[in-house]
T-cell receptor, first 113, second 116 residues
Framework: AQSVAQPEDQVNVAEGNPLTVKCTYS??????LFWYVQYPNRGLQFLLK??????LVKGSYGFEAEFNKSQTSFHLKKPSALVSDSALYFC???????????FGSGTRLQVQP | GAVVSQHPSRVICKSGTSVKIECRSL??????MFWYRQFPKQSLMLMATSNEGSKATYEQGVEKDKFLINHASLTLSTLTVTSAHPEDSSFYICSAQSGGAQETQYFGPGTRLLVL
């Protein structure tokens, strides 16, 4: 069975500093990996995905993620955090057969002014 | 990105009544739609997968007679919570996907259900 782990419940970073939100995965076969962001009482917004190709994936709002096969990681990064980036971030892996997503537990990002 | 809507955004109902939630893909055709449930401060849990014109596939532990799913067209899926009870209170979120597994799932804004 596939799974995703987000080891940090919360990440705190000062505005303007780089941020990293961690994600590791466990799948059989090639992983399809995703990052979504959720604002309070809202649905999920797609940030980026890795299917194949370059290990560094660029997404929306200046976010990027690095796929590392040897470490089975897909960490989300941004060079300079904004207060408006404060939200709940979910990493997910897709079951390519059912096309359903398995989500991590989520990481709350708090960017302080 | 593609837009997925849900209606209603919030519903309060009495125990024993049924509630229907609609999920629409507004600018693309969704061959597959998914229904998730999210409890407070928790992650999303997949409830079922529906393909247009066929029966939904439910995850283990999800009662198909309680959570009726109808994927009537390539742009509409409905989730009906039948005989709702307070423990059904939750945040229900749908997602829609066009094409194959490499395609992105786009999520609706969610429906908050409160059963009194």
């Amino acid at each position: 069975a596939q799974s995703v782990a987000q080891p940090e419940d919360q990440v705190n970073v000062a505005e303007g500093n780089p941020l990293t939100v961690k994600c590791t995965y466990s799948v059989s076969g090639n992983p399809y990996l995703f990052w979504y962001v959720q604002y309070p009482n809202r649905g999920l917004q797609f940030l980026l995905k890795y299917i194949t190709g370059d290990n560094l994936v660029k997404g929306s709002y200046g976010f990027e993620a690095e796929f590392n096969k040897s470490q089975t990681s897909f960490h989300l990064k941004k060079p300079s955090a904004l207060v408006s980036d404060s939200a709940l971030y979910f990493c997910a892996v897709m079951d390519t057969g059912r096309r359903a997503l398995t989500f991590g537990s989520g990481t709350r990002l708090q960017v302080q002014p | 990105g593609a837009v997925v809507s849900q209606h209603p955004s919030r519903v309060i109902c009495k125990s024993g009544t049924s509630v229907k939630i609609e999920c629409r893909s507004l600018d693309f055709q969704a061959t597959t739609m998914f229904w998730y449930r999210q409890f407070p401060k928790q992650s999303l849990m997949l409830m079922a997968t529906s393909n247009e014109g066929s029966k939904a596939t439910y995850e283990q532990g999800v009662e198909k007679d309680k959570f009726l799913i109808n994927h009537a067209s390539l742009t509409l899926s409905t989730l009906t919570v039948t005989s709702a009870h307070p423990e059904d209170s939750s945040f229900y979120i749908c997602s829609a996907q066009s094409g194959g597994a490499q395609e992105t799932q786009y999520f609706g804004p969610g429906t908050r259900l409160l059963v009194l």
